[in-house]
């Protein structure tokens, strides 16, 4: 159904073009183009502005032949660092970059997938629902793009993002909350060796609160991990402060409420025990989400996939995507494995035939065939 050939060439053609985060200008613009060449109308958000990007996140709608439920799908158009100036080639049954940066599979292979499906709607005059596409700019940087999404404009109650790793055919419908912790602990500068009694060490609060805290996996739901600690000063001198950034995560938000309690209160008992003192700051990231196998977009995801003989699994990612931001706003949404692998390393890279398998899966999902 889906013509190989013309997926991979337009696959590549989009890995070439410098799309990272806050920077999607020359890939909007170019998918713009696209959808609109097959029919859509295409609105642009606000968000660049919001985020100090120089794209906004794309908005498309096809009307439908057929008066249905509306289908949403999208996919993000940034990508992870070093992702300027790839160059995709295939190399035997993979395509890859050479080396020096991403290949920007995630997202490009959800972008390329998408679009060629649309060209097979169009082509082979298939019967579809109502159609809404959204393409997202900087979620790379913990989601940022499709939480500005102004929702608002999107009707579909079913949506499909196609951005996560794993075989094409596996169905992501649970994944957490994240929580970021940003700790400055302050302490008192003394001199080391003639005055030590007059100092209090920023290091050793910090020390004695991750000493304290519950870290890495703390049950089958929950991780938290402390992801850099920094404070510098020569040995002579008591160093005065020092900064620690700690995430959490969890598939529950009430076990997630009670790990940040935890290593607030850790850090807290740490400076006040020695006499400092710790500003902290805690953000919320995104919002977890959890749908039953037997949700709209769960249901179809499966019952495409086994229409085109993918093997289907249903998983659970300890990773956000704009899908926590999808589901919180009401509209139930799972995501779609895309068959890369590596992503975020210059060795990333795609099966060709995972490729083709993920464009077919979108044409089953909407037509049915
Ligand atoms: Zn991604
Ligand atoms: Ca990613």
Known sequence: MINRERLYAYFMEICAI??????????????????????????????????GGNAGNLIARLDGTAPDQPLLFSCHMDRVAPGVGVKPRVEGDFIVSDGTTVLGADDAAGL???????????????SHPPLEI????????????????DSSQITSRCGFILDAGGPVGEI??????????????????????????????AI???????????????????????????ATGPTN????????????????SAKLRAQVEGMVKALESAAAEMGGTVEIEVQSCYPSYRLDQGAEP?????????????????????GGSDANHFNN??????????????????????????LASLAEWVVAIISGE
């Open 204 to 230: 050793q609060m910090a020390a004695l609160a991750i000493t304290r805290m519950k870290l890495l996996r703390i049950d089958p739901e929950t991780t938290a991990n402390i992801g850099s600690i920094q």
């Open 172 to 201: 992501v419908i649970q994944a957490p909350e994240q929580a970021k912790i940003n700790a400055v602990f302050h302490g008192r500068s003394a001199h080391a060796g003639f005055a030590p009694e007059e100092g209090i060490s």
């Open 134 to 149: 959204v393409f997202t700019v900087a979620e790379e940087l913990a989601l940022l793009g499709s939480s500005h999404l």
């Open 18 to 51: 410098d799309s990272e985060p806050k920077s999607e200008r020359l890939l909007a613009d170019r998918l713009k183009e696209d959808l609109t060449a097959l029919g859509f109308m295409v609105n642009e958000d606000d968000t660049g502005e919001k985020i």
């Open 298 to 318: 769960a249901r179809r995801a499966a019952e495409a996939a086994r229409q085109v003989n993918l093997p289907v699994r249903f998983k659970a990612t300890g």
């Open 329 to 354: 706003r009401g509209i139930p949404t799972v995501v779609l494995s895309c068959g890369y692998e590596k992503v975020h390393t210059t060795g990333e890279r795609i099966a060709l035939d995972q």
């Open 112 to 126: 390329a997938a998408i679009i060629e499906g649309m060209k097979v709607l169009r082509e082979k005059n298939l």
């Open 237 to 252: 001198i008591i160093c005065d402060r020092c900064q620690l950034q700690a995430e959490a995560r969890s598939l529950d």
